[in-house]
Nanobody
């Protein structure tokens, strides 16, 4: 019923930029926190950035100063602007949202994943 759809992944050279988008749809009453995680092959999924319902942002040390998370509540969308990309940023990026459903209930939802590949 509730789905998150990601877009914007791709292949870029080191130093380049990409912007990921994640749009929620379905019977949604409200969305509290939104976030981005990433997972490289053979590694655990790690937090990249989060933004609370009140607009407070947090970033992993590895991306702070280079990545920016933002949200558009009217579009039920979270973005991740990635600048000055490095090869170590290569991973599958997943969005996450804390969603209250229209007809009751509250759960975390995940996007399908977007591949980001940064070449040196």
């Amino acid at each position: 019923q509730v789905q998150l759809v990601e877009s914007g992944g791709g292949l870029v050279q080191a130093g380049g930029s990409l912007r990921l988008s994640c749009a929620a749809s379905g019977s949604i009453l409200s969305i509290n926190a939104m976030g981005w995680y990433r997972q490289a092959p053979g590694k655990q999924r790690e937090l990249v950035a989060t933004v609370t319902g009140g607009g407070i942002t947090n970033y992993a040390d590895s991306v702070k100063g280079r990545f920016t998370i933002s949200r558009d509540n009217a579009k039920l969308t979270v973005y991740l602007q990635m600048n000055s990309l490095k090869p170590e940023d290569t991973a599958v990026y997943y969005c996450n949202m804390d969603i209250r459903r229209m007809f009751g209930g509250r759960d975390d939802y995940w996007g399908q994943g977007a591949q980001v590949t940064v070449s040196s």
